[in-house]
């Protein structure tokens, strides 16, 4: 689809002005755009009236080219839709005990994000409790342990004989006795909004002072995550939305209508599993999602605070002159990973959720662990020094990392070939061969 937004507009541009033909031609597909990203069909008409207005009214004034125009005015007013800043969740005093409650449909991500949320601000040098207040399936008490474990945070139970709303208060005791000052409270979801769901919700609400009841919206449910929004906020009241799972297919619809529909701010986007995986929410760069221009920004900001610039001159500099080794190949596998892998790169870049269907990508993902894993299985002169490679040594490597001997072969020729050809690249560009410049 993206790609027939791109026809249309490089159809539009050059013409050099814009007119009303021309911007119901390019509403057309952006509505179409905009309802197969399942945004609620009455906000994709009211949307594009008003672009339309803005558009033809533009054209005089405009420095722009059409396509330019367009672009710009469907981004602009889908941005100003969603809030035009991200809502931070701000937290009170450290000296006093902020109150999180999760709320959502069971499967919504609840548990997974109260997990996230208090890593993050563990980071932050608060002092999270997890509190696990969902009471009904033996394995959320479990999950929410096994979460709170991963990230070294203390986390409070006390089994599922005990009301949800007393749960959470002991906690608050608890929390004020040993100096905690971030609670989480995980709770009970159901497969859809019921009243004895909400009456819980309520009650717990009552027995402990909630600062933010949060939201967890999965985004793959599109439509059906305005109903719950709207749902929520009227029966307990909701502070904010965290849109979970948008690292799937969903272009991210769901994002426009909430906001529109009900005003909550989105706080948080869930990216994935993992626990890191949860990213502030910016409603311009959602907007250029939503129209399936990709999320290029995110990607650039992504890779100029992860990666550590130095060292990447510094392999460059190796990789010109041949001397890099398997350290070196390591440090740029992890720099990667960093990104979010290979998957997390590719989704980002526009146009690639479509090209990306014929790639295994967990397939590749698993490749570079199993990669990893041999250069760690080699030993430290080994890693430094690659000529040292023997074939008792490769035997000794595939044993230690549990693999082939195949495959720590193949990784050694990959080696080899990558250290010949970036010798006859450094020696062939001299010293114009850095591709980060300047160097
Ligand atoms: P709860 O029932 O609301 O507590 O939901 P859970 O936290 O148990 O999450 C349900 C499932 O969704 C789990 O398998 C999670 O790993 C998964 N999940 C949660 N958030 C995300 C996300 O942002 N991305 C992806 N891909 N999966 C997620
Ligand atoms: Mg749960």
Known sequence: ????????????????????????????EVRMALLEADVNFKLVKDFVAKVKEKAIGEEVFSSLSPAQTVIKIV??????????????????????????????????????TAAKLAG????????????????????AIEQLRVNAEKLSIPFFSLGN??????????????????????????????????????????????????????????????????????????DIGVDGVILTKCDGDTRGGAALSIKAMTG????????????????????????????????????????????????????????????????????????????????????MLPGMNKAMQGIDLEDSEKKMKQVKCIIQSMTFKERANPKLMNPSRKKRIASGAGVDISEVNKLV???????????QFGGGRGKHGSPFGGG
């Open 120 to 139: 993050k601000f563990q980071k932050m040098h608060r002092k999270p409790l997890l509190v696990a207040c969902d009471i009904y399936r033996p394995a």
């Open 413 to 423: 020729k990959q080696f080899e070939e990558m250290q010949k050809m970036m010798k």
């Open 161 to 234: 004989q005990i009301k949800p709303e007393e749960i959470a208060q002991r906690a608050y005791e608890e929390a004020k006795e040993k100096g905690y000052n971030l609670l989480i409270l995980d709770t009970a979801g159901r497969l859809q909004i019921d009243d004895a769901l909400m009456q819980e919700l309520k009650r717990m609400k009552a027995a402990v002072p909630v600062d933010w009841t949060i939201l967890t919206v999965d985004a793959m449910t599109g439509q059906e995550a305005v109903n719950v929004s709207q749902s929520f906020s009227e």
């Open 264 to 347: 909550q701010p989105i706080l948080f986007l869930g990216m994935g599993e993992k626990l890191s995986e949860l990213e502030p929410f910016y409603p311009d760069r959602m907007a250029g999602r939503i129209l399936g221009m990709g999320d290029v920004l995110s990607l650039i900001e992504k890779a100029q605070s992860e990666i550590d610039e130095e060292k990447a001159r510094e392999s460059v500099r190796k990789l010109s002159k041949g001397q890099f080794n398997y350290d070196d190949f390591m440090e740029q596998m992890n720099q990667l990973q960093k990104l979010g892998g290979i998957a997390g790169i590719l989704k």
């Open 75 to 112: 981004k602009e007013e889908l941005t100003a839709m969603m809030g035009e800043e991200n809502t931070e969740l701000k937290l009170r005093p450290q000296s006093e005990i902020t109150v999180l409650m999760m709320v959502g449909l069971q499967g919504a991500g609840k548990t997974t």
């Open 1 to 28: 689809l993206s790609e027939r937004l791109s026809t249309i507009f490089q159809g539009l541009s050059g013409k050099g002005k814009l007119s009303e033909d021309d911007v119901n031609l390019a509403l057309k």
